[in-house]
Structures are given as C-alpha cells and as structure tokens.
C-alpha cells in the first residue's frame, strides 16, 4: 500500500484510495468501499478529508476520532452488516495533522474462499473498484467472484450425459500413457468403466441422488467436442503461430472446434507441434559443456500449456488462446489465479480451480507436482538467459502469462532497438550487478564517448534502462519488477549474494 504524505497536497483518488469526510459520524457510504477494495486489490479508507468544488481534497478532521471508530466497530463485526472483513486493529491509524486528525484504514483484498464480499445481508450489494469509484457487481461479475471461491468447480456430475459423449479414442491414447508409469500398470487390467471411475471421470452425484455420471473434469478433458459445446458453448482451445510477421495471419493453427478437440487431444497436439518446432541451438554452459536449450524450453512450454489448461475456468465465455509471436509465446485463459501473482514464480502453493483435471495432468507425468510449474518456467529463462517471464492475472481480463526466447536486449516488442543500442544493452546484462558506470560500457563495446552518450540517452529516453548516482557513481541498470528480484533471490542465491555484494545494495 502506498504511503501518504498528509502535509503536502494530497493525491488524487484512485483504485487504491478513497477519501470520505466523515466530521461527526463512519459515514455510510463508506461500507461500499470496503466491500470494493475487499473484492478487488485492497486500498486505503481515510476519513476526515472533504472533496472541493475544483476537485482537489483538504483535510477537514474527525471531531470525535473515538466515537467514529466504535460507530465503525459496532458495525464491522456484525454480519448482518458485511458478510466478512479483513480489518483487524493493526489496520486502522489516527493521524495528528496540525490541530486535526484524521483515520486512514488500511483493507487488505479478501481471500478468494470468501468472496464476494456483501452488505447488508444481500448478495447483490457487493462492489468493486473501478478507478476511484465503486461499482456494484453485475450479476456476471458475481458469478466469477463465486467462482473464484470454490476449489472444485470440475467435480460434479454432468446431468444427461454419458460414456457415449466421450472420444473413447482419446481415453484409450491416455490409458497407454499412464499405464507405462509402474504405479498405474495395474489399470491395464481394468475395463472401461472401473477405468474411467479410477481417474474421475465417472463420479456419484453425491450432492443429489448419488447416481453415477460424468464429472465436468470427464467431459471437459476426454468429450468429443459437440458434446462439450452443449454443455460450454463457448468452449474453444486455440493455437496460433504467428512467429513470421511477414505473414498476414498466421501459418499453423491448432482449434478444438475445427478440429473436433477435447483438453486432452488439444494438449497432445500443441506438445508434438512443441517438439517438432523448438529450435535447440548449439550452446556452452559456463564450464564448457553443451547446454540443453531444448529441453528446458520444452518444459517452460509444457508446464505453460498445463497451468494454462489445468486452471481456467471454463465457465466462463472466453477462449482459451495460446500464440506464438516473433519474441515470445503468449498463454491466456478466463480466471484469476487463486494465489498472487507474485509467488507464481518463487513459491511451490498451489490452489486447485479444477481439482480432477490438475489430476488427470499430473498423474500422467504431463507437468510437474503442482506448484512447482511456475518455478521451472522461470528457471527455463534463466539457463537459456532469456528475458524473465512475465505473469498478469485479474477477474476482468483472466490470467496472461508471457514466456520470451529472446534476451533481454532484443525483447523490447513495439519498440526499435538499433545494433549499438542492443549492445551497450548485453553489455549491462552481463556485468555481474546488471548495472555499469559509463567507463565501463566504453570499455566493453569499443563505443567513442560521443556515441555512447548517444546512445544512453535514446535507452533512456525509451525508458528501456535507468541512471542512478550523480556524478562519477553514476551507473547505467536495467529496471526489474518485484516478483522478478524474489525470483532470483529464490532460484539463485548465491547470484544474488554476489549481486548484492557488488552493487553495494542497501534497504
């Protein structure tokens, strides 16, 4: 959360900030922002400051900082009132301002188990945040919060279907591949439907008659594709190559309609185009010896492709999209990650959306153990010294993560590079700190002073690199986000131990 300097003019409101006037009383209003900032990012509350005719904002003050409070209290834990809150006494502070105070309440974003968060004992009064407003969801927007709260939303039974809406082909392809695992060799032996009941495909409809049927997870994974559209209408899968700007669209496609695909004959057919069109170039390891670039790459993508499958909601009306560009590979699929986007990278938590079809992928050895995908997506990057992946995640747009196979200095997309740009560029990556004094890139590419002070100067005017220091500590460095630097900290200490040893960083 941001850190507000009450004795300067103040910021505006936005996503994050809402000022409410609250002289004499918790102002009522005020409930619809928490309920907005605990369904969408957190935010801070501050009350005692008043909008203006010209819309700047002034400090005003609370009267009676005690009374606002219990008023507050009386109402936060009652349910009647909001059906959950993340507010705890550590989150609320009263600001001395001149002869004034006032009280910021810091919200932190609810946990997806209790979403959405409502008022008064009404699940259409529930609001996000957009901008510096609070909308009330829409009758969509709730059914995604909902959504996002349960963590098996694959298995239940679909009503009136049958082994008869399932590829039988696809179930038979998927059977000799577990069964070369010598813990599942025993399912040789089984028939069919002792077969598909093992995997959780056939399920009792536990919640209702007990009936026996087909799990979403079944229908989703091994259906044949019109089956699958009666019950998801806008079920669709799709690879795109577009690796070859020169074309006008692209030159190979992979689509579950066209092709009449479930998830599991989608995923056989984007890991062998993986395999047949990976380039493995010729490398050297820093001892000498010959690096695997293919193999890590290929399972950068393979986990890509599962965490992409294995966690959409498939509820929702969007597609599920995999492309390949010039630079990098794109995976998108509708559903905000049940855990931060931070710890996709660094941490092994993992939060099952759809708990037979993440099984149905790891027990046939198609991904890692779960929550260990993210981590060799971003180890991928660093043995092959390609730009870090990149991850966004939220309720409206769904979950986008970026996997590039270009280094850092030539994956600037929609920006030119020219050939001294992109080698004062690798020159700074490959200093041990990411970061170099204007001496020394002279130095590392044979570049005049003149042309050097050129060319740092377009890199920054593109915001490409940063300065810091003044005078002759001034180094040149590459920005690097938050979950990126935990990355390294965590997948290569003992870089970091070095790197914070030359660069001399300090907190």
């Not at 043995?383 to 986008?400: A, D, L, Y």
Request: aromatic share 10%; hydrophobic share 30%.
């Amino acid at each position: 959360m941001k850190i507000i300097d009450y004795n300067n003019s103040l910021p505006q409101e936005d996503e994050h900030l809402e000022y409410k006037k609250s002289k004499n009383a918790f102002p009522k209003d005020a409930w619809e922002t928490i309920s907005a900032f605990e369904n969408t990012d957190g935010g801070i509350l501050v009350l005692g400051v008043e909008e203006l005719s010209d819309h700047k904002f002034k400090i005003t003050g609370v009267k009676d900082t005690q009374k606002v409070l219990d008023d507050f209290w009386s109402s936060n834990t009652n349910k009647n009132k909001i059906n959950h809150s993340t507010i705890e006494n550590s989150d609320i502070k009263i600001i001395p301002i001149a002869n004034q105070k006032i009280i910021e309440i810091t919200i932190k974003q609810a946990d997806d188990t209790y979403k959405p968060i409502y008022l008064n004992d009404n699940f259409a009064q529930a609001f996000i945040r957009q901008g510096s407003t609070d909308r009330k969801c829409t009758e969509d927007y709730l059914k995604r919060l909902s959504r996002l709260s349960e963590s098996s939303l694959d298995t239940k039974v679909v009503k009136n279907y049958s082994i008869d809406d399932l590829d039988l082909d696809s179930i038979e392809l998927y059977k000799k591949v577990l069964t070369r695992i010598e813990t599942y060799k025993k399912y040789n032996n089984y028939k069919l439907e002792d077969f598909l009941r093992r995997i959780g495909v056939l399920i009792k409809d536990r919640d209702n008659d007990g009936k026996e049927g087909i799990s979403y997870a079944g229908l989703l994974f091994f259906g044949k594709n019109n089956a699958i559209i009666q019950k998801f209408p806008y079920f669709s899968l799709e690879y795109y190559d577009k690796s070859h700007p020169e074309q006008e669209r692209w030159t190979s496609r992979i689509s579950s309609v066209e092709s009449d695909l479930n998830i599991f004959t989608f995923f056989i057919k984007v890991i062998e185009h993986f395999k047949a069109t990976i380039p493995n170039p010729f490398g050297l390891d820093k001892n000498g010896q010959r690096k695997d670039t293919f193999g890590s790459m290929f399972t950068a993508l393979r986990e890509a492709t599962v965490n992409m499958l294995m966690h959409a909601d498939y509820f929702e009306g969007s597609r599920i999209i995999l492309t390949e560009y010039p630079k990098f590979y794109k995976f998108e699929n509708p559903g905000k990650m049940k855990i931060p986007k931070e710890d996709f990278f660094t941490t092994h938590n993992s939060k099952s959306r759809n708990a037979i079809i993440s099984k149905l992928f790891t027990q046939a050895h198609y991904g890692e153990r779960e929550g260990v995908g993210g981590e060799k997506i971003f180890n991928s990057s660093v043995e092959n010294n390609f730009r870090h992946p990149e991850i966004e995640t939220s309720i409206e747009k769904g979950t986008q993560l970026k996997i590039w196979k270009v280094d850092y200095a030539s994956s600037f997309s929609g920006k030119e590079i020219s050939n001294r740009e992109q080698k004062v560029l690798k020159a700074i990556v490959s200093s041990p700190s990411n970061s170099l004094s204007h001496k020394e890139i002279e130095r590392q590419t044979g570049f005049s002073r003149y042309i050097t002070d050129s060319t740092l100067s377009s890199l920054l005017s593109k915001k490409i690199i940063e300065v810091h220091g003044k005078s002759r500590s001034t180094k040149y460095t590459l920005p690097s986000t938050a979950e990126q630097l935990v990355a390294q900290m965590q997948s290569l200490p003992g870089i970091f131990r070095q790197l914070i040893r030359n660069s001399n960083i300090s907190n």
